[in-house]
Every structure is written in C-alpha cells, then in structure tokens.
C-alpha cells in the first residue's frame, strides 16, 4: 500500500526533458550569452554533468533509449519512425512498480498504440499523429522540422507551433503543481509525484517572438568554427552537407537561426522558472529530486552544420543539470563521461525504484554523494543508423551505419565502409583535428574501433532495419486505411506558425 506524504518521506521527482537544446546555448555552460536564469539557478542549486552523452543523435532513438534504459541496437529503435516493443519495461514502469504514479506531461515522442510507455496519465500529448500513416494537422507551417534548407531561409520572428505546445505544457505542469499544493495545505494526504515535462523547445523552425528575437538579434555572435565546403571534409559531412543543401549558407540565414535559436532556448528557461516558482511555492522543492535533460543537441552552425544527426560535440552532447536539496551536494561541476541512459538509473535509485533488469545505465549517486573516489568507468555510446524509409533526413537507399564512442578524452566516430574520425576533446574541444590517420595513435584507434564493434554489428543492423520496414509498411497501410483516433494527442495547427512580415535587418 502506498503512503502518504506525510507517511513517506520519499523524494518526489520533477523531470524536465527538452527537444534539441545545445548544452554549450546556456549560461551555467559557459554561454554569457543567452539568459538562462532558471536553469542557472538550478545549476547552482544542485550539479551539473559536463560530459553526458545522448545514446543517438536524434528524437526517438534518443527519448526510447532514455525511457527503456537500453541502446537503439538493442530496442531495435533507430530511426523516427520505430516503435518501442511494449514489452520492454521502461523508467516509468520502474516508477509504477516502486510505488509511484508516473505522469507525463507533453512529449514523449513514442510512436505507435502505445502513448503512455509505463506513465499511468499524460496530460498533453505530441504534435502528430500516433502511428505512421495517421492523418496529420496539414503541416508543420513555415520553417519545417527536418534537416530541409527550407528551416534556415524560412528563419526570423514571429511563432513557432512548438512554442504554443510548450506554453501549455508549462501551464498544465503549474495547474497539477498547484492542485497538489491545495490538498496540501488542506491536510490532505498526498502520496509523493513522479512528475516528468516534456518540453518542444529549442527544436527549429528557428522562429522565436519578436520580443525574444530582439533581445539576441544584435548581440549573437557567429559559429565560433564555421567549417569551409570542401574535399577535405569527412565524405559522410561531405555528402550530409550536398543532400542538406547546406554546402553554403548564407551570412544573413546564419544569423537570424543563431538569433532565433539563443531567443528559443531563453524562452524555454523562462517557462522552467514558472514550473520551479509553482514547486517552490507549493512546498515541494526541499524534498524533489529536479532533473533537467535534453534529447540531443544543435549544431547551429558549428563546423559549417546545422540540426543534430552528428556525432560532433554540438549535436551529441547534452545538458545534464540535478537538484536535490539535503540529498546531492549543490555548486558543483562533475566532468566524468556519462550516458543520458545513467540520468534514467539515478533517478530509479534516488526514488528507491526497482532498477530495470537488461538497463546500461549506471546510478550516478556513489559518484556525486560518497566522499571518497568512486571508480567510474568514463565511456559513453550513440548511434545513428537510418535508411529511406526511417525519415529524419534525405538518407540513401542502402542507409548508414554509425557509431561513436567517448572514452576518457578520446571521442571515435565510426563510418560503417568509410573512414573513422579520431578526437582528443582535452587538446581539441572544437574538434578541429582528426587523428585518426595519425600513425602514433593507431593503437587508440584500434582499441577504440573494437570497443565500437563490441556487440554492435552494423551488417545485422541493415538486415533489421530493412525487416522493420517491410513490417512498418503494413501498419502504415493499415493506419492509413482505417485512420483509428488518437489516444493522446496535441492538435497544432499550420497557422500556430508564422513569420511576421517586417523581418529585422
């Protein structure tokens, strides 16, 4: 039987995951910049993981990775159109069976049937349809949310749809933070909350309201390494840049997306403040583990690329920001490598949840609570594997097949049939020299490329993600014949997003 708060004095958990926000975008990451006083004050409050890794760079992967505690090799989830088996327990069922009630709130990001993935509600669902093949809402409207040129042309002030989804999500989380806080304060029983937000922001378009555009417009600088088109690029950057029609990109497209982008990530803080102001003001904040987290990065500009589906540090690395007073030390910077799959087994062990069984995640705690060195083994994984059919990009037909590991300073990107790239992230944090063809670190090269292919077979993967295809077809068709409702669902509709017509310059 459960207790009630006042019975049980097990934390209650506040997990924040945002879309596509680029960890070196905010002020406790060294931006001084952008205005991120709520995240900052967070950080301050609590820790702040300077080297965590999401396990793919890009959405679903990303997010049902982060939920099963499992990488896309092993959940069979690679691209944006996969489905998560639901036989596979998740966070939230490990949530569910330690005695709580997960409740989501906004995006989860789950494709097929099953919108809640262990969460026993969901107040507010994602902005398309359910299932492939499900009728959609006529559009993203101007800007577009894919690696297209069209999001860097059709780039300035006005409204992003994502925004509004975001404005109501921060208000459906400050509705059920205050509905708690009035049981509260009139003696009722209430059982500790395992509240999870999911936030669209900072994902393009990159639109951002006139007032927040403003106040970056003039101020944003350009990409601190703004990489030339040329035959020197690694010929996957070299084919992703032609088929992102990003070879070149022009000055005035670059500076409005950075300014939009600074102003989207600003906002997004902004409606985390009002979430943290009905926290503390309900009298939940001394006893609730908050964790912020974001599903991958944004390269905006950075070595001459834009969106996320690299294994560049803009796009791969994530924030990772925990607060829990009396419980985790506060002010403190923790430089280990780390995994988004190891924020999923600490917040597990901080509510004294069940660990999930075949989970790669490693529970953070003894490394940031006990006072003596805890051996940490500092390596993390991702993956990116896509073909035509998976979406998320203007992939070939034969697909590719991706994988990097970060071991101590040295990062790997593995290109299956085509060259590695080789980083050593302490001499080189803006990747600007590849060592992979370096004699003197054939060792590391090797080392690290068996570590790669440890368990992790790129000819497998083609053969399953082509007999997920054949699958996937019959649903779609399925799905686009019957048309079955919506179980959760955000409706957006294309005139949520505009550009207003007197474009600054």
Known sequence: MRLSMIEN???????IHSDQHNPYVTGCYGDTLVETPNLDALAQRGVVLENTYCPSPICVPSRMSMLSGKYPYENEVWTNMHTLDSRIPTFAHAMGAGGFRPTLIGRMHSVGADQLQGY????IGDHGSNRPGGKGNGGHGIGGPGPTRSSLKES???Q??????DEDVTAATVHYLDSLGVQRRAGQSIEPFSLSVGFMLPHQPFIARKEDYERYYDRVKPPQYSEAFSEHLHPHIKWWREACDIKEVSAEEIHRCRAAYWALVYRMDVMIGQIMTALRENGFEENTLVVYMSDHGEQVGEHGLWWKQTFYEH???????LSWPGHLPEGIRCNKVTSSLDLNATMLDALECPALPHSRGRSLLPLLTESEEV???NVAFSEFCQNAAGAGGPFPEEGIYQRMVRRDNFKLNYYHGQPCQLFDLEADPQETTDLSSDPSYKEIVDQLTAEVLNGWDPELIRTKIIELGQDMAIQTGWTKNIQPPDSIRWTMKPEMSYLDNDQMS
């Open 9 to 15: 004095k097990r934390p209650n958990l506040l997990y």
């Open 120 to 123: 026993v509600e969901r107040l």
């Open 156 to 158: 300035g002030h006005g």
């Open 160 to 165: 992003s749809a994502y925004q509004v989804h």
């Open 315 to 321: 796009s791969v690395k994530v924030p990772a920001i």
């Open 375 to 377: 051996l940490w083994d």
